[in-house]
């Protein structure tokens, strides 16, 4: 028995600029809807309705990654894991479907599992428009062995809601699917996947993939040749040495004194925006603790546009994620065990997901951000005042998420604790 899940994600951090970003609660869903923010956004009820869920999974499985690693770099992408096992909850039914949506936070008395897919369905329609100025885009695949027969029911809904294309396999000739899965994800993420799944199970009978890829230029970028030599604390007693980057202009900052950090948005051409939090020194648990989507919400809304000297480091850094292990311990335990019901999926046959594997990096410079994502499923037969500060330097651990102000979606986020180690 065995599934595939992996994410991987590339970044290179360019330019800056000043602009609040804002994780809606449910109460905000009306204000939302009086006064959309732009006009592709009229009719974007559907995918505010999931905003609250997504963020809360995003903060569950990163305090689920550091309670394991909590020295370690981290950096995932929660909307690709989100949006699989919400495909994959397609398929699912009884206590195996009911276990996935508390993971992913959905709650069924204030949200109806049509306004789930409905969510997704307009968030990708807003993620993929061809019109903005980023390059951003989303999608899903199912790549089927060709014994199995899908449902029509459950082909049709992931194809809707979705946007998934269906792709027959020979999974018999393993090296060819393979290959074509692999060169299928390549393409999709613009080559930051090669070789990415190493082989298939022999009881695989399909692969369910989604990919995020992200490309974006600082507002304001940084110039190459302020870049220096500087320390980089990672705890009290030890420092490694990094290229530090340095602007001197007006940033969208924050200083939360109850929680001892400083927040600091640099916003993309587009309608992207990285918020990066600098805790206090010993403070990096008393503010990971904090990280809620109501906590996030209130620094949006506290930023105020201020002349700082900024340094940042550039950095690239990686992580790799036994999800199947991480969700267990979130609560999802049937879809990986021979208690499965994901008979919606297919005739005839029982399935299970036996691994999933989250894969991420980033890669930061003067320049730009660039990041993909893939998260993919093998299924097989079941078997806010303050003093303006002089200086804001990231020179020891901090925080970073990227979010997408079209539809309030936390496409990546995680903790750089050592910009020098690039295997989290």
Same mark, same amino acid.
């Given at each position: 028995m065995k599934m595939k899940s992996a994410l991987y994600?590339?970044?290179?951090?360019?330019?800056?600029?000043?602009?609040?970003?804002?994780? *809606?609660?449910?109460?905000d869903e009306q204000e939302e809807q009086d006064t959309p923010h732009s006009p592709a956004e009229g009719g974007n009820l559907p995918h505010l309705?999931?905003?609250?869920?997504?963020?809360?999974?995003?903060?569950?499985?990163?305090?689920?990654?550091?309670?394991?690693?909590?020295?370690?770099?981290?950096?995932?992408?929660?909307?690709s894991l989100s949006t699989a096992f919400a495909m994959l909850s397609l398929g699912a039914r009884a206590h195996t479907l009911s276990q996935l949506h508390k993971c992913?936070?959905?709650?069924?008395?204030?949200?109806?599992?049509?306004?789930?897919?409905?969510?997704?369905?307009?968030?990708?329609?807003?993620?993929?428009?061809?019109?903005?100025?980023?390059?951003?885009?989303?999608?899903?695949?199912?790549?089927?062995?060709?014994?199995?027969?899908?449902?029509?029911?459950f082909l049709e809904d992931v194809t809707t809601f979705y946007d998934s294309e269906a792709i027959s396999s020979d999974f018999q000739n393993s090296e060819k699917a393979v290959n074509?899965?692999?060169?299928?994800?390549?393409?999709?993420?613009?080559?930051?996947?090669?070789?990415?799944?190493?082989?298939?199970? *022999?009881?695989?009978?399909?692969?369910?993939?989604?990919?995020?890829?992200?490309?974006g230029y600082w507002e304001q970028p940084f110039k190459s040749f302020s870049t220096r030599d500087d320390d980089f604390f990672v705890d009290a007693k030890n420092s490694v040495k990094v290229k530090m980057m340095y602007q001197s202009k007006l940033h969208n900052i924050h200083r939360d004194e109850k929680l001892s950090c400083w927040v600091v948005e640099m916003p993309y051409k587009g309608d992207v925006a990285a918020l990066f939090v600098l805790p206090d020194e010993g403070t990096m648990k008393q503010v990971e603790d904090a990280l809620l989507k109501d906590t996030v919400s209130n620094w949006s809304q506290s930023l105020e546009e201020r002349p700082i000297e900024l340094y940042l480091p550039k950095f690239s850094i990686s992580g790799s994620y036994?999800?199947?292990?991480?969700?267990?311990?979130?609560?999802?335990?049937?879809?990986?065990?021979?208690?499965?019901?994901?008979s919606g999926v297919a005739e005839g046959d029982r399935l299970m997901v036996s691994k999933a594997i989250h894969k991420?990096?980033?890669?930061?410079?003067?320049?730009?951000?660039?990041?993909?994502?893939?998260?993919?499923?093998?299924?097989?037969?079941?078997?806010?005042v303050f003093p303006l500060p002089h200086?804001?330097?990231?020179?020891r651990p901090f925080l970073m998420l990227i979010v997408d102000k079209t539809t309030y979606s936390i496409l990546f986020m995680g903790k750089i604790v050592n910009p020098t180690v690039k295997e989290g």
């Open positions: 994600l590339s970044l290179v951090l360019v330019g800056l600029q000043v602009q609040a970003l804002h994780i *809606p609660n449910h109460s309705k999931i905003v609250p869920s997504n963020a809360d999974f995003a903060f569950r499985f990163y305090k689920q990654v550091t309670e394991e690693e909590s020295n370690k770099n981290v950096f995932f992408s929660p909307l992913l936070a959905f709650n069924l008395t204030e949200l109806e599992e049509r306004e789930i897919h409905d969510g997704f369905q307009r968030l990708l329609q807003l993620l993929n428009d061809p019109h903005r100025e980023v390059q951003l885009s989303m999608g899903n695949a199912l790549f089927i062995n060709n014994e199995l027969k899908l449902r029509q029911k074509e899965i692999n060169n299928y994800i390549k393409t999709k993420t613009h080559g930051k996947f090669v070789d990415f799944l190493q082989n298939l199970s *022999p009881d695989a009978l399909m692969i369910l993939i989604n990919y995020v890829y992200f490309k036994d999800v199947k292990n991480l969700f267990i311990k979130m609560g999802v335990t049937d879809v990986f065990s021979n208690n499965a019901d994901l991420a990096e980033v890669d930061v410079n003067e320049n730009g951000t660039e990041a993909a994502a893939v998260t993919m499923i093998e299924l097989v037969r079941l078997s806010e200086v804001i330097k990231f020179n």
